[in-house]
């Protein structure tokens, strides 16, 4: 019952560095996201993917990049960290992106600082 | 501008109190409203998803009601318990499948 996976839980990264935020499901779902959740704001879109190969722009997605090689794997890359990428970041999955609204699964979690 | 947005931005009751969760939002068209459970530290999850045809949804102690005319939406909790302590998020779907996501009411539940 894994669901989606992501790591690290934590980390603290210098302006400047780069790092990759891994993120797994393993109910072979199509779509996947990644989401940041500042304080006292709603979740930002900044990548998703609607199969493997297939990636697309959200919201915010200046200073990531992501790759879908695989159905389960959607990592998540930080490059030239800044101060202003300090958040909560979410991975998130879904079977199909219907109208009915098919149930979006989260994984619990990355905090990451950027001093 | 399509927007979502949640009152109170927080709410502290007495646990085996009632309480209801307000969502407005301005999206057009719409495609579906969704509340979501955040507990602290961890991912939402799910607890309803209406379309716009859909009045009322229940999930054990949570109901969630739906007015597509007034584009408002609540969460109506019974008998909180301490573990209702959470975010709660209304997030809408356009017609273009984006979701836009309210920043959420925090709910404190005391003993």
């Known amino acids: 019952n894994a669901g989606v996976t992501q790591t690290p839980k934590f980390r603290i990264l210098k302006i400047g560095q780069s790092m990759t935020l891994q993120c797994a499901q393993d109910?072979?779902?199509?779509?996947m996201y990644w989401y940041r959740q500042d304080p006292g704001m709603g979740l930002k879109l900044i990548y998703y993917?609607?199969?493997?190969?297939?990636?697309d722009k959200g919201e915010v997605p200046n200073g990531y990049n992501v790759s879908r090689s695989t159905t389960e794997d959607f990592p998540l890359r930080l490059e030239l960290a800044a101060p202003s990428q300090t958040s909560v970041y979410f991975c998130?999955?879904?079977?199909?992106?219907?109208?009915?609204?098919?149930?979006?699964?989260f994984g619990e979690g990355s905090w990451l600082t950027v001093v | 501008k399509n927007q979502v947005e949640q009152s109170p931005q927080s709410l502290i009751i007495l646990e085996g109190k009632n309480c209801t969760l307000q969502?407005?939002?301005?999206?057009?068209?719409?495609?579906?409203l969704r509340w979501y459970k955040q507990d602290t530290g961890r991912g939402p999850v799910s607890l309803t998803i209406?379309?716009?045809s859909e009045n009322t949804k229940s999930n054990g102690r949570y109901t969630a009601t739906l007015d597509a005319d007034t584009k408002q939406s609540s969460l109506h909790i019974t008998a909180s318990q301490l573990s209702d302590s959470a975010s709660y998020i209304c997030?809408?779907?356009?017609?273009?499948?984006?979701?836009?996501w309210g920043a959420g009411t925090k709910l404190i539940i005391k003993p």
């Open positions: 998130a999955s879904s079977h199909l992106q219907g109208v009915s609204g098919n149930t979006i699964y």
């Open positions: 109910m072979n779902h199509n779509y």
């Open positions: 993917s609607v199969g493997a190969g297939i990636t």
């Open positions: 969502c407005n939002y301005t999206v057009s068209p719409f495609s579906n």
């Open positions: 209406m379309t716009f």
């Open positions: 997030v809408v779907r356009d017609s273009n499948y984006q979701l836009i």
